[in-house]
Nanobody, 124 residues
């Protein structure tokens, strides 16, 4: 059983940077896909970014491509989402999720494990 804990959210101004982290306990991420999703009030949960732990291939939503970077820290069993040039529309609760290597990497319903979420608020 994988347990995920996010940290690093907060309140920033437009144009600022913020880093959110996802630490895993239990089995290592070594065979998993790990993704970040976000959900704003009244909206569906949407894909942000993902990484295939083995090999490090990354995927991004068009809305964050060029601004956000997902990476992994093998030693700490942690996935990091570095968010630069933040915009007010990036405001949401950000969730870390992990899944077995099957199904769509973009679909939240295919993920098996979820963290509790961390709030990111970007003021204009």
């Amino acid at each position: 059983q994988v347990q995920l804990v996010e940290s690093g959210g907060g309140l920033v101004q437009a144009g600022d940077s913020l880093r959110v982290s996802c630490a895993a306990s239990g089995p290592t991420f070594s065979r998993y896909f790990v993704g970040w999703f976000r959900q704003a009030p009244g909206k569906e949960r949407e894909f942000v970014a993902a990484i295939i732990w083995s090999g490090g291939t990354t995927y991004y939503a068009d809305s964050v491509k060029g601004r956000f970077t997902i990476s992994r820290d093998n030693a700490k069993n942690t996935v990091i989402l570095q968010m630069n040039s933040l915009k007010p529309e990036d405001t949401a609760v950000y969730y870390c999720a992990a899944k077995e290597p099957r199904g769509s990497i973009y679909n939240a319903y295919d993920y098996d494990y979820w963290g509790q979420g961390t709030q990111v608020t970007v003021s204009s």
